[in-house]
């Protein structure tokens, strides 16, 4: 054996390697600790390392530890049940390929790991039934590739044509419009995504008195070609870091397919002047309010 | 030294600064080096589970140790290259933990994701075969030796690199590299050889039968 030939065998190896679950877990444990209260972190370093020794022992513990919460604690069983749903989600995310999960990704616009991490630490997780999830979006999500060149890309949406977005809602000087008015804009299949642009939302009754009270944005993979992956079927809301209002939907198979995030008020002015780093969007709900 | 390099050394001192103090600037320094070091224990041991091990052992270390870290041209990664040999040095030398059931019962993370995940990466570590088999080898050489193989020829540094990592003399890397790769290639022939004879012999029962 020639020395080029073992160091073309270690060179081979080159390259990264990742443990998303591990190193979330890793980070929070470490950041949350004091530097010189190094317990707590022994701890999970020890925990983590115990699941190598003791699996079948511990998936029994497991079993009786989620029994005797449910049984014993005021937490309600809905947000335990919700957890449980994080669970699955996040054995169903870690067990896809990486090109799959990536794929995913690219299409919610949304880490599917971190979501969950961020859904999983939320003390308001909750799950949502369909009809609740719809109520509360008012709009029907839509399908297709979305472009991501932002706000500008929106303002090429004829104004003429928003005569055919369809009111969904009205009433306490509030009007939402369907995303599904999308579907009506010249230009755009029926059923793609398209984005919009609050000014040029503003109907002649509302034009140069109106703000925009709220933006939903999100982002969904949902009948976009990708794999079996089919639409939703599961909501969870949850509270994000920032304090937005996020829904997490799941297949049938619990992989996370959508992310919608509702923005804060000093998120929305960055969206309506189309600034840089405006989200790109999927699908925009906005709801406007005549101004007094 | 390049304005581009110059820069990014006062960016990385700027930041070590910070994480003496902020916990979140530690969080960005984990965030730039969790997969280098992760992969670089992974290689090194062979095993997803006792690599999280070391990797989670090697960044409680830096967090705690961060404050008094003086870094004198050293970079981070180089610092945290050296702490992670030295876990795996001594998982090489110590036998591992025996811990108690009452622990795992203790809030935090879930079995199964982590044991998902840990088999995904086993899986990756063993599908190149041809790798595996030298590595074995590289395990049983005096660890000075393996680690700088592994730096040299896996992690691509530099002498200058491996001997900050290594604390020694680059003319010390050097003498490590070429005995051990020296005796790197003498057994890995002598397993070459005996599985020739194996081979050998076994077509000749064959034949035989």
New interface residues.
Partial sequence: ?H?KD??K???????????????E???R???S?K?GS?AP???????????????S???V??VA?IAAVVALSPISPSTVSAQEQV?RA??RA??LTPEMRAEIEEKMKADMLKTLEEAKAAPDLKIMTKEEYEKDAQFTISRGPMGTQGITEARAIHLAHLDAAKKVGVGEGTITFSHSAGTHIEGHEAGESVMFAAKEMVPADLKGSSEVRKVVVGHNVMMGGVHEFSEPVKYLSYTDPEGRKTVLGLDQNDTPVFKFTTLNASDIKRFEFGAAGAPAAASVKIEMQKAE | MSSVSSSRETNEEALILRAKSD??A??VI??MH???I??YT??RVGD??VA??L???T??KA??NI?RFQSRGTPILSWLYRIAGNEVKMYFRKPR???S?D????E???????????E??ND?VAR?E??AR?MEKVRELPHRQQEA??LR??E?KEMGEIALIMRCKESTVRSFLSRG?AK??TD??KQ?KRESRIIESEGRSALSI
Avoid: C, W
């Fill in positions: 054996m020395d073992i160091i065998i270690l060179q081979h190896a080159r390259g990264e390697t990742d443990a998303p679950l591990h190193r877990a890793l980070r444990a470490i950041l600790k530097r190094f972190l022994q701890d999970f370093i020890t925990q983590i390392s115990m699941h190598k020794y003791y699996l022992v511990g998936t513990a497991a530890a669970q996040f054995a870690t067990a | 916990p979140q530690f969080g984990f965030d969790y997969k280098t992760l992969s992974l290689r997803a589970e999280e091990d990797v989670a052992e960044f409680a967090y705690r404050p933990r025996q811990l059931l622990e795992l019962r203790e935090g993370f879930d079995a199964p994701e982590l044991v998902n995940e840990r995904l990466l990756l190149d041809e790798f030298v193989i592994v020829y896996i691509e790769f790197l290639k890995l022939e070459q």
